[in-house]
Each structure stands twice: as C-alpha cells, then as structure tokens.
C-alpha cells in the first residue's frame, strides 16, 4: 500500500489524539457541562410545595420495572427502563416538600446498626404514607417512512414511537389503605432524515449517506412521568390542588384557555 495513502487515512487519528503511546494517557474529550436535571414538570413540583398538601411522614417504595423488555447495544446488555425510579420519586418528594420524608430506599444501613446493638430501632420515624407502583407498559410502535430515489440520489425520512406507562398507588403506612391510584402513559418520539447518493464513477460506485436522527430521552421522560403522577395522586385527596397547580399541566400540554 502506498506510504502517502496511509499517512492521510491515520492523519485524523493522530491530529484528534486518539493515539498515544504505552506510556502516554489519552487525551480525554470534553464534553457538555454538568447541570441538573430538568422537566417541562418542575414548576408543576413546585406548585404543588407552594400548596404544601403533603403534611406528615412520607417515604418511597418500590417502583419497579416489569416491563420485563431488554436491549442489546454495543455497550452490552441491559434493560431499556432505568432501576432508579424509586429515586427519582423519592427526589420528587423533596422538591416538593413533604413536611417530612424517611428514607426507606435501602434499610440496610439502619439494620446493621440495629444487628450491631449501637441503634434503638423505637427511635426510628414511623412513616405516614408511602407510595409504590411499577412501570408495567413499553410497546414499540412502528412508525411511517418514506424514501424517494431518482437515478441513485434521494432523501429519506423514517418515524418512531414507543408507548411507556406506569402504575403509582399511595398508601396509608397505618392501615394499608390505598388512598389515590393514577396510571399514566407517555408516547417517545423518534425520528431520522437521510439524504444518499450512489453513482457509478467509471467502473467504481461511489456511495454517500448523510443522516440525522432525534429521539425523544426514554429515562427524563420516566421522571416527569413520576412528577406527573405525584400531583395526580395529590390532587385526588386535596380538591383545591388542581385548580392552583392544573393551569401549568395545560401549558405543557399546549391546552389554551378560549373563555
């Protein structure tokens, strides 16, 4: 092979430093800033704090993923729902300022101490309410397509949608009593914009694939999901809530008010 082609085809290589020698460490890249995380549903959050409905003590279940669906990626795998959802939840809680929340995401902490004899489990917090649930629905959703090619050279679009839903059920810690249940879905958009080119150039067939895609963030959207589902749980047990805090879900929801 001839020494000049194969300068040019390393040459990107060495320039980006993704090379470096065995004594070397490669450069990292730099990527976007840490920030936190954000829905089109924390000021609906922050409704519900301003209201402060949430009296009491208040803790987190289980939320689980029973969707029972895996995926496979160049990563390896794992299963396309995340496993924190009960966190995300119980983060939910504290913007939304539950007078009081315990954490009973993992007692194993408290039972170790109280194993080891240095904690008096009677000085634990007895929990008022709790919430669990399950996200129980990921359907995928075929979506249109549409591709256009004259003489080797046209534009392609394709669409996606995946159906996410979930179950949260608040219960009474004393009695066991569910007082509010809600069951929410959520559409994931999709979607890919391609233009290609193939042509013969002599005897040679020359092809060219320019793409983008935009897919809508699976695991964000299970939080606002979350958000979503607290106030709707909230709102069943305190009537005045949905009058101060629904005007924001319309909002979000592009609903206009024509009275």
């Not at 305190?238 to 005007?247: D, E, F, K, V, W």
Request: proline share 5%.
């Amino acid at each position: 092979m001839n020494t000049t082609l194969i300068k040019v085809v390393l040459a990107p290589l060495f320039i980006s430093g993704c090379i470096a020698t065995s004594g070397e460490n490669v450069t990292l890249i730099k990527g976007p800033p840490v920030e936190t995380v954000q829905t089109p549903y924390d000021r609906l959050v922050g409704c519900i704090a301003a209201a402060h409905p949430m009296r009491g003590v208040w803790a987190v279940g289980d939320i689980v993923d029973a969707t029972g669906k895996f995926s496979a990626e160049y990563a390896g795998t794992g299963k396309y729902i995340t496993q924190g959802a009960g966190d995300m939840m119980q983060t939910t809680l504290l913007q939304a300022k539950a007078e009081t929340i315990v954490n009973r995401r993992d007692p194993r902490p408290l039972l170790a101490e109280i194993n080891l004899g240095i904690r008096n489990p009677k000085n634990l917090m007895v929990m008022d309410y709790y919430i669990t649930g399950s996200i129980n629905t990921l359907d995928f959703i075929p979506g249109a397509a549409a591709e256009v090619t004259v003489a080797g050279i046209g534009p392609r679009y394709r669409q996606n949608r995946a159906v996410v839903g979930l179950d949260l059920h608040l219960t009474e810690a004393g009695t066991s009593r569910v007082l509010a249940a809600t069951q929410i879905s959520k559409q994931i958009y999709a979607d890919e914009a391609g233009f290609g080119i193939g042509r013969f150039f002599g005897d040679t067939l020359v092809n060219l694939d320019i793409s983008g895609q935009n897919r809508e963030p699976l695991q964000l959207s299970l939080r606002a999901m979350l958000q979503f589902g607290l106030y709707e749980m909230l709102a069943q047990l305190n009537p005045g809530l949905r009058p101060q805090c629904q005007p924001i879900v319309e909002a979000i929801e592009g609903v206009e008010d024509n009275s």
